[in-house]
Every structure is written in C-alpha cells, then in structure tokens.
C-alpha cells in the first residue's frame, strides 16, 4: 500500500478522507472533541474512526486500527504519547496515508529525546512518501472544506464558519485558535489556517504555496517563530506578488527576548530579524507587529477592492474622537487630508463650514437631527474623488441600524472600500449582526485601524525586487586568498579589487619613508598604525590626521611607535602614510552573512550618528545602484547627503556605484564571509572613499 | 429666592434635587430619555418633572413651570432650543436652581451668534449665583449617587452602573458615552463621568477639583480640547500627586489636524501641545494617546494596590503569543525581566528549564495536563519577589474558568496588583462574568496591556515640581530697554547681564580697527556682520570663523563688507570680532511664551542635529540647574555632552548653570516676551558659551 508519489498539497488542505485515531464520542477527550468538531462543521469527506473497542461512534463505523480501513486515505490525525508515536506513524506509512496531522508535543522543542524521535518519525514517513504535519501542531481548520480538524474548543463555539478568502499558516497552535475566534467575531472570511508545529517535514513554505494556488485564498497571513528556506519563500512571496494577493507576516523574535521564547516554543532559531525585514522588503511581505491586527486587516483586504489611493475619508459620530483620530492618523503619516471642493459644497448644505472636515463628525451638522443628514453625508464623504477609501467609525450615536445599513448600501453599490470600526464595546450586538449578514468584515479598536491603513499604505508603495541585479560588466571576481581577521591594507586592497576608491597610501616602516611618502602624496597626510586585529585604532592612539608638514609627520610617527609597543608589545612598525580626504558625511558599510537570508548588506550613519541615530538599513547583496539609492533615501542622514540647508549634495552617484560594486563581494565570498566593513565611509561633495576597512575570512 | 452662594462643586456632582424641563415618558423623546435613565438607575435624589401639560409622568408629580417647584432645587437639565435659552436660564435663575446643564448646542463651537448667546447666559447665570455646565455637553453619570443624567442609550444597555474609583472629565459628550460603555464592559468602576462641553463657566478644573475631593474617587481621566486655567490645573494635579490619586489625560491637538478639529468642535484653543505636555511632567500627570485605553487603564490602576516595582511577571497560554509579547515589552522599553532563582526553581517542578520563562507559556509543561499545573505556575509567578505586578493574558485555553478563578483568587488574598488581558472575543462570556462578579477589571487586547505598564512605569518614575525654583541670589534682573528685534549684540548683552558667558567681541566700522580688535583678543577669530533682522547669517555670507592672522581679518572683512551690501543695501558697516571658542557640542536654547502656560525654555539638539533628530525639550520657565540637568538627559545628544565613546566630558555643570540663569529672563520679560534664542549654544570641555543670539521683544 505504500504510496509511490506524495499526496498533493491541495489535497492536504481540503482532504477527501480522514482517518480519526482514538476516536470517541466523548467531548471532554481528545478524540471526542475532534470528531465531535468535524461532523458538527459538516466535513463532507469521509471519516474513519479508529478505536478497537467500538463499533461505532457518533453514528459512522468504526475500526480496530489503521490497517484496516476500506480504502487508502488522505489524512490522518495522530495524537498518541510519544511512546506510540513511532509505531503509529509506521502504521500509517503502510496503510498507505497521505500525510499525518501530529499532535503530539514535547519532542523537538522540549530535549534531546525528544529531537530524535522527530527525526525518527520523519524517516518513517519518507520511507513510506507519506507526509507529516507538525508535531506539536494543533491541526487545520479549512471553511471551503467544512474541515473542523483541531481540537480547539472556539470550533464549538463558533457554530459556523465563515468562509472567504484569508489563510493563515501559523507557527502556533494556540494562536491558530485565537485568530479563528477574532475573524469569527469580526466578520472575517477564512478559506484555511493551518497550525505547522515544529515543521519536521512539511514546513509554512508548502502551504504557503498550497493557499497562493487555491482560488479561495485572496490574502495569506503567516505566523513565524523561524524560516526554514528563505529563498523559497523570497520566490512564493513573489508569486503572490504577481498574483495580486497581498502576504502580511508577523514573526517572533524582533528582540533578543523575543527570539530565546520562539526556541523554546518551537525548536526555531528565530534568525536576525533584520535579515527577515529585508528578505520581505524584497519580496512584497507586509510585517505587522500584532497577531490579532493581522487577521483582521486581512479580512478587511480580502473583502474589500484595492483602493486607487490612500487618502482616506473618516466619518465618525464624535468631535472629540474626530480630533484624536485626525492626531493619530497624522502622527503616523496617513493622510486623512481636505475632500474635494466638490464633496466640501456637498456636506455644506448640512454642515457648517467650519464643521464640514474629514475626518466628518457627524453630529457637527446644522439645525435638528433628521435621518438625511447622516445619509447625504455618508455619500457625499465616500464619493469623494480625493480619497482612495472610506473609514466609518461608529461609536454610540443617534439612529445606529439606518446609519450602517446605508453604510453598507454604499459600499455594496460602489467599487471603493470601506474599513468599518464598530467601536461599540458588547452595546454593539445589532450592528455587528448587520455587518455579519453583509459579509462586511469589522474592527473593534481605532489602534487596527490606524495599523489597516498602514498596510494598504505599505501595499500601494511597495516595489519587491523581482529580478536580482546583473553584475557590473567591468566587475571581475577577484582572487581573494585572505583569510582570518584583515589588516586595514589587506581590506583595502579587496576594496580596491572592487573598484572603491581608497585614499593613496603608503606603508611605511621608518620615519624618512613616512616623510617622503607625505611630500610624494601632498600634504595634509594621515598616519595610522598597522596592527593586527585592533578595531578602535583612534581610541589606542594610533591614528593622526591633518599632518601639515614634515615636522608633523615626524612628531606622529614617532607618537604612534610608543601607541604601537602599548598596544601589541614587540610587534613590528607598520605605518601606512596616508592621503587626506576632505569632511563629508560618514557611512559605515558593512557585509554580513545570514545563513539562509544569503550576503547582507548593511549601511549605516557613521560618526556620531552611530550611537545616537542608530540609523541603519539592511537588504540582501547583491545591489544595484539604484537599490543603493533607496536605502541611503531611508536613511534618517540622507538630507545631508541630499545637500540639506542650502548646502552642496554629497557625490551621492559616486557612493551608489561604489556600494553596490562592494555588495558583489558578499555574493563571491560565498561561505568565507564573516564580516567585512568600510568604517568610515566617506562621502563627500567630489567622490566616496572608503577610510578604513576590516573584515575576517575563512 | 437669589441664591447669596454659589453651589458647592459636591452638590453638583451629587446633587440632592433635580430639576427636568420638558420630561415626558416618551423614550424616544430627549426628556423622557433622561427621566427613563434617572429612574431605571435608582436617582434617589428628588426629581421635579416640569411640563405644563402634564399632572404626573412615571409616577412623579409634574410642574407647570421652574417657577412653581415646592423647594429650591441643586441641578436643572436644560436642553431648550437656542431660542428658548435665555429664558430658560432666567427662569431658573429666578428658581433658585444650584446649576444648570446645558445640553443645548451650536453656540460658541458654531457661530459669532452662538457665542453671543453663550456669553449672555453666563452674564444672566452669574446674576444669580447660578453656576452652567455646558452648553454643548451631554450631561452626567455619576454611579455613587445613582444619577445617570445623560441621554447617551448606553445607560439603558447598561442595566446597571459600576460603582468605583473612577472619575472622567470630558470635553467631549459623546466619549462619555463611547467611556461609559467601555468601563461597563471591562468591568472599571465608576466615581463619576461629567461632560463639560464649552465650558461657558464651570470648567475642566472645577470638576477636577471637586473629584480629587470626592472620597470615592481613585483615578481621575480626563479629555482636554483646550485647558482654560494651566496655572490652576497645574496646582491641582499637584494636589492629587500629593493626595496619591493619579491623573490621566488625553488631549487632542497633538498635531495641526487635531488642532483644527478640536477648534471647531468646542470652540477650544487647543494651545501648544508641547507646552501642555511641559506642564503635565511638571505636574505629575500622565498623557495617553487613546481615550478608551485611558479609562481602561484607571480601572486597572484604581481596582488595584501601587505595584513595589513595575518589572512584569507575565502568564499566558500561547508559546506564539509569549514570544510576540516578549517582542512588544522589549521593544517599547518595558520589563519582563527573569524570575527570581527561588521562582525559576519552583516552575520547574512542572515545566523545562527551557521553558520556565518570563513571559510564561502556561501550555509549555512537562507531561500531560493536570489543573495543578497552572494553579502552581500561577501561584509561583503571583509570589515572584522580581516581579511587582502579574500580568495574565487569557487566550482560548484548557479549563478556563478553574484558571481565572485562580488568578482571582491569588489576586485576593495577595497584595499585588493583577492586569488581566481577556483576549477571547465574544467567546470569553463566562470568564467576562467572572471578573465582573470578583471586581477585577480587565482588558482585551494586548495593546492595552503596553499601554498599563507604560502608565504604571510613568507613575512610579515620575517627579513632579512641586515647588518653583528659587532664583540665584546673585542674580538681580537688569533693565531691559531693547524692543522689536534684537541684533546679536543686543541679545548678547542680555545674555551678559544673566551671567551667560560669550565670545569676547568688539563692534568695528573699519577694517584696521578690526585687525586691531582681533590682535588684542589672539587669533584665530570670527568675523561677523551686524544686520537688523537677519537670522541665518551663514547662509548670507556674513560670518567668517577660524581667522588665523591680520591678512585673514582683511579679507573677511572686505567679503562681509559686499555681503553686508547684498543683504541689506545702504546699510552700515558693523562687523562684530570675536573671540574663537573651540569645538564642541551646539544645542539651541529657546525661550517662548505660551498664553496662560508661562514662559518655555526649550533645549535642543544644535548644529546638524536640528534637522535630523528633532531632538527637543521643553519645560516651564524658571529652572534649577537641576532641572536643565533632566532637560539635557532627556536629548538623543546627551551621550556627547556626557562624553560618549571614551570622549572627554563637556562642561555640563557651566551649562546647566547658564542656562537656568537665562530661564528667569522668561519670568523677568513676562508678556513682553515674544521669543528669545541662543544658536548655538556651544557646550566644550572648559566652558558653556552663547555664539549667537536672537529675540524680539515688544
């Protein structure tokens, strides 16, 4: 009965039969909950109840073991102790199951014992081309398929599922249970979510790819504690990309505290988090900070249009909130700005000139309440031409059912949309039965708000790099033969290979070839001292810049001979002679190697801004110009490169091609990058040179 | 029957005896809506219907007119049409009547017309000891007298009020009604809601001032459009600091669109932002960005003990959802520091060492699941002596109300306080009951939980200025005669009488007089033209630094002369030598007056930091040295001043000095301030010194 091909991932997610092992008609057990879960929701496939001593359970024919079902099946739920765990695996594997849905925990992520019996289960299963989910995963729950495969207890709660295009794949099982609940009380339509545990074999990449390919899934959300294939993931976020369905992420692991709880809850080295922000940029991932935000904003998105623009129209029912709300857009950057002249004339029949503002409150109008005020106001404010959506508020106010039915009227009949908040606490049962019936998913808190409108904001800017960049055609890999910690000379001549420019120099071991190195260059000069791994030359005495002549060449050499014997006692005298290069403003630049995530590129404010700005940008190398351009466009500096207060720009071009000819090297070195840096990096109104350089090889 | 006194502000927050003009059964209607919500919530105070066409509604004898009630009433709700007004203030006037609340709106917030009539019924009001709430407001809720005397249909919804230490003052109604229902919900504890609306008379800090009083009250919130007394307010939050009843504030206006909206909605200045912020840190009052977050976070505060300590023991039941958390404290600065050796030990009895952490995945335990577990873990976190407050985050769970009745009861019996996080949805309906039943409020969303120990951090790190400074005893305050703009040399002479130290200078009309001047001070020196109201003078080639010899003060004597011409033609010829003060670390230091909030200083990160950083404070003129101190440790900047990166130490004792003695020129200006600036203010390792300096005064 071994399978000769793996199960398809479509049918993974919307399995045509299930074999249940354990099964029981009991809720308070495990077996009982589930079983209990997929007849209530309607499963339509076939299920398979295992359990030697019942003949039937809930009505469908039991088994006495997986050896024994009449035909081969899709899935399996597995939830035995890890002692069975193996054997029932390996029963599996010979019935011939396409994958097995692993419940069981405490493997991976909790000891070394554990960690083999993965392994173990994992080779089972490839012997039999049978597939594996999780373990330590809390199972699937699949609306287009009525698939109630989890045993959490909001499945019973939740009465019917929405259907509708979200799908979540999520790292945690719990947080699998919390979104279904948020996006069952918000309206939100699901066409899957999928809880991927320790990802011993099938991994957030492969339903990734199933839901980018199924019809129902508009949107994806993921849940990551660690990113098994970057590469991969960078070419499904891609493909969502073009297939117009947004990709929005959190992932854990954004500080140190946050990393060291992702291992132990799931065995994932969390990775740099940088490194991750960068890979998203790349490829068009959305990075929210909030698990529940998430699912939400993507239940606005998936229900909603793309907006043209993201001007947003705001219409509440309190000038108070209205105030805060206009501070709170404003002070993230969203635009809520003036309507169109036209809408202005409109709103103006019913409200005071100086009440006629977006955000609209609606109690603001001339004279008595009568119900057209509301309703000509709500037309005028989302046909406005200004304003790409539409966001409505509503916390308690006068005649709350008209208003959000012609709320919804509205959206219905016209193609822009509309993010409602129904601030309205548990008071609000009739309205979000209203919103519900319409299929018009819902916020419950202005803070989602703000976060959905970044996310469209994020979406209509986005630009993922579809293509990696072609190589310089006069960039030749050099020879590399380096390794361990790199003197300054030895990184400034891999620069050099490169085609960055380097001031002159000459090393130098005495204090004549210092002098006659300084009158061969021009004067004013620079010495440094030449010593092994030291990084902070500056901090030990062993730099001296704007040396005017001989005697202050003299009297520097001679000062960094004594900072040399104190900082490597008997070590030789190595002075490089340096050309002076005039101020400008400092980058640090530097390469670092993520495994996985390929060369990064990292570039920073140099100087003092290091520590006060901590000012950095990150993206994968190779880099073009122009996606060097970017970054030093993200940079808090980048008006002092830009020639900020009148002043001359920076030889920006100068730096672009340098920098991006430098981030070839992290793609040559391959393996042997550790790190390598340019601090500083001097930009200044004539060209960019690299000061000083290290790094280290293998 | 004219009242000799006013009302005091007790009575009109509990008032003995109300007056309702144009009651009616009618809940549709805005006077029976009222009467409906008075009696529903059990007033019990004495309420005197007043309807000339009717003998009785709900029970209650009706009066023909205010003219005819048996007694001389606390309170009258007014809601008459604008036209009405007048009379009807009159007519109470004549009553005797404590106060009326003014619901009538488009007054002052709407027209020149409208605040005609709003001045004129404070002039009538005041002609009878009578005190207004209003107009424009939406009533009071005031649980501790049962007094629900506000039309918001949240009070119908809400059956019944929760009574407790919470107090709000809102210039805006209809967030007292969106609060009201938010406390309700999360089970928070009222003292009492007032809506003060345009504060035509009785305004923010009468009502403040009367809760602060008011035993019952813990907690007092507050939503400020424009504050009409900061002096007062800021010698009442003082009070409360002093009383240990914290203040909380959201205010809109924190931008230019808030601004606006705030304007047109209660016809309020909004002010400066900054200098309410200046004000709150001098007073102790902590300002929040969302007014549902406000309330809730005061019905946590209120309901529980001070915490010892604000690092956060923190429980929740989702591997995904701890590491997320431990992100979203890490990376908004807050503390959920490891456990104490004593509790790591006692949690490991039932989870890993890998994951017996803060936060706490109550789901990460070894083996299978008993509820001892949790209790345990909870009692073992509850007991941390690293921990000074416990955080439990409720997700969908195992046994959740054995769970939460477990948190409850810990939270009894110990004196710690406990922010509970709901966050299951609609689903949590049992565990809502539960909190509700025991009096623990709670949140339900994590981003509330941010923003409770953001506040609880505040509370416990903040140091209000009880006292004004003492000025120097040295200090006298020289006569000032300079007004309109001041030129360099006239600031610089202010600056001079302050004791602020600057460059030594000589004003010269020639160029030998200039060589003279620069040849008696020592080279190198910076020549400066003095034109009127210029102020970027480098930019128009007017200053000259670092002249080393007489040839270089010639030349840049002879540019400034043709700089001089461009800038302002016929002009004469003054050019300032100066004395060249060494490098170091620039600030801008600003003084500004704010209507009713006093003088500003305000320090700033100088130079090219201006731009980038943004890097400013501002506090409340006069200052210690100490409080300039806080000023500068509070700018990104500071690790210059402090000598970062093994840099020297500047002279920060010299500048603190200098700088508080230039805040008392604030004082001794009053309102002819306009502005004064320090740029730069040049901070080097020897000294503090004034370079440049501006100001208009009238």
């Known amino acids: 009965m071994k399978r000769t091909e793996p199960i398809e991932m479509g049918r993974v997610i919307a399995p045509k039969s299930l074999v249940l092992i354990g099964a029981s008609e009991d809720y308070a057990k495990f077996g009982g909950r589930i079983l209990h879960h997929l007849v209530d929701h309607g499963y339509e496939g076939q299920i398979y109840p295992v359990n030697p001593k019942r003949s039937d359970v809930l009505g469908l024919t039991c088994y006495p073991s997986v050896a024994d079902l009449p035909e081969i099946v899709d899935l399996a739920l597995v939830a035995v102790p890890a002692k069975a765990l193996a054997d029932t695996v ?10 097995c849905v692993i419940i069981t925990a405490q493997l991976g992520e909790f000891s070394a014992e554990g960690a083999a019996l993965e392994r173990r289960i994992v080779e089972i299963a490839r012997s039999y081309n049978m597939r594996l989910i ?4 809390m199972g699937m729950i699949v609306p287009q398929a009525n698939l109630a495969l989890s045993s959490t207890p909001t499945l019973r709660y939740a009465g019917q599922m929405r259907k509708g295009g979200v799908a979540f794949v999520s790292q945690s099982g719990a947080m699998m249970g919390t979104l279904f609940l948020q996006s069952h009380d918000h309206g939100v339509g699901l066409s899957g979510m999928v809880s991927i545990g320790n990802q011993a074999d099938l991994e957030l990449c492969d339903f990734l790819e199933a839901f980018i390919a199924d019809a129902e899934t508009r949107v994806v959300c993921l849940y990551i504690e660690g990113l098994k294939s970057p590469e991969r993931f960078r070419e499904l976020c891609l493909q969502a990309h073009a297939a ?3 990709v929005l992420a959190v992932k854990a692991g954004r500080t140190e505290a946050g990393s060291q709880l992702a291992k132990s809850h799931t065995a994932s080295l969390a990775g740099s988090y940088s490194a991750f922000e960068a890979l998203c940029r790349d490829c068009g991932v959305v990075l929210l900070d909030d698990p529940d935000a998430m699912i939400l904003a993507a239940g606005v998105i998936s229900a909603n249009p793309r907006p043209g ?15 805060i709300m206009a501070d709170q857009l404003a002070s993230r950057g969203l635009s809520a700005a003036p309507f169109a002249a036209e809408t202005q004339g409109r709103l103006e029949q019913d409200y005071p000139a100086t009440h006629a503002n977006n955000p609209l409150d609606l109690g603001g109008h001339k004279g008595g309440l009568e119900f057209g005020i509301f309703e000509r106001a709500i037309e ?8 790409g959506l539409t966001a409505y508020v509503m916390t308690p106010q006068p005649m709350m059912p008209q208003t959000l039915d012609h709320v919804i009227e509205v959206w219905r009949r016209q193609g822009k949309p509309v993010v409602l908040v129904l601030n309205l606490s548990r008071f609000g049962a009739e309205q979000r039965d209203q919103a519900f019936a319409a299929g018009l998913p819902f916020l419950t808190r202005t803070d989602d708000l703000y976060r959905v409108l970044q996310v469209y904001r994020e979406l209509s800017t986005m630009s993922p790099r579809v293509q990696m960049p072609e190589r310089p055609a006069d960039l030749s890999a050099p020879t590399i033969e380096a390794t361990g910690f790199l003197t300054e000379p030895e990184a400034k001549a891999i620069l050099a290979g490169y085609g960055v420019s380097i001031p002159a120099a000459t090393l130098t071991t005495t204090v004549e070839a210092a002098v006659e190195a300084a009158e061969s260059c021009g004067y004013p000069v620079v010495l440094k001292g030449v010593v092994g791994d030291v990084v902070h030359k500056s901090d030990l005495g062993l730099v001296k810049v704007g040396l005017a002549d ?3 060449v003299r009297a520097a050499f001679s000062d960094i001979v004594g900072a040399i014997e104190t900082a490597a006692p008997g070590a030789p005298v190595r002075i490089d002679v340096q050309q002076m290069i005039p101020a400008g403003v400092e980058l640090i630049v530097g390469l670092t190697r ?3 995530f390929g060369p990064q590129l990292v570039l920073g404010a140099g100087g003092i801004h ?4 901590r000012d950095v940008v990150q993206r994968r190398a190779p880099l073009s110009s122009e996606d060097v351009r970017d970054m030093l466009q993200d940079l808090r500096i980048w008006p002092l490169l830009d020639g900020a207060r009148g002043q001359a720009p920076m030889a920006v071009d100068a730096a672009c091609e340098a920098i991006s000819r430098l981030s070839w090297l992290g793609d040559d070195l391959g393996d042997r990058l550790q790190d390598f840096e340019i601090n500083p990096f001097r930009i200044t109104e004539d060209g960019a040179h690299a000061l000083d350089g290290r790094g280290t090889l293998s």
């Open 610 to 613: 290091v520590e006060l700005l």
């Open 550 to 552: 001989a005697e202050a």
């Open 380 to 387: 005028s404010v989302h046909a406005d031409p200004e304003t």
């Open 90 to 99: 390996e029963a599996c594997g010979k019935a011939g199951v396409g994958a």
């Open 244 to 246: 117009g369905k947004p």
């Open 134 to 137: 999780g373990p330590n995963c």
């Open 309 to 323: 623009r993201t001007n947003t129209g705001l219409i509440c029912a309190s000038g108070g909130g209205a105030a």
């Open 594 to 596: 993520e495994p996985g």
